[in-house]
């Protein structure tokens, strides 16, 4: 069973920088797809970026230019750099991976990123 552990939120004014990371053990996950969605309070989950293990990305439409989603496949790991975050970044941040042509994957617990002034 693959287990996901997430690192890097926090509180971050306007206009700064974060970097999550996402930790996969219990499984080598060189060839799943990795991800990273959020949730506001009052909001349905939605994607931020994905990446396949090809490095194909995808990004959320309110994000493009300014987050940058990389994987590790030697550490299992895959980062999402945060730039010129807004508030409306504010919101739980939570990494999946899945099998390619699956529908099934592992969801980590999840970490607050907060944008304030």
């Known amino acids: 069973q693959v287990q996901l552990v997430e690192s890097g939120g926090g509180l971050v004014q306007p206009g700064g920088s974060l970097r999550l990371s996402c930790t996969a053990s219990g499984s080598i996950v060189r060839t799943w797809v990795m991800a990273w969605y959020r949730q506001a309070p009052g909001k349905q989950r939605e994607l931020v970026a994905s990446i396949n293990s090809s490095g194909y990305t995808d990004y959320g439409n309110s994000v493009k230019d300014r987050f940058t989603i990389s994987r590790d496949n030697a550490k299992n790991t895959v980062h999402l750099q945060m730039n010129n975050l807004y508030l409306e970044d504010t919101a739980v941040y939570y990494c999946?991976?899945?099998?390619?042509?699956?529908?099934?994957?592992?969801w980590g617990q999840g970490t607050q990123v907060t944008v304030s002034s």
């Open positions: 999946k991976m899945w099998p390619p042509g699956s529908s099934l994957g592992q």
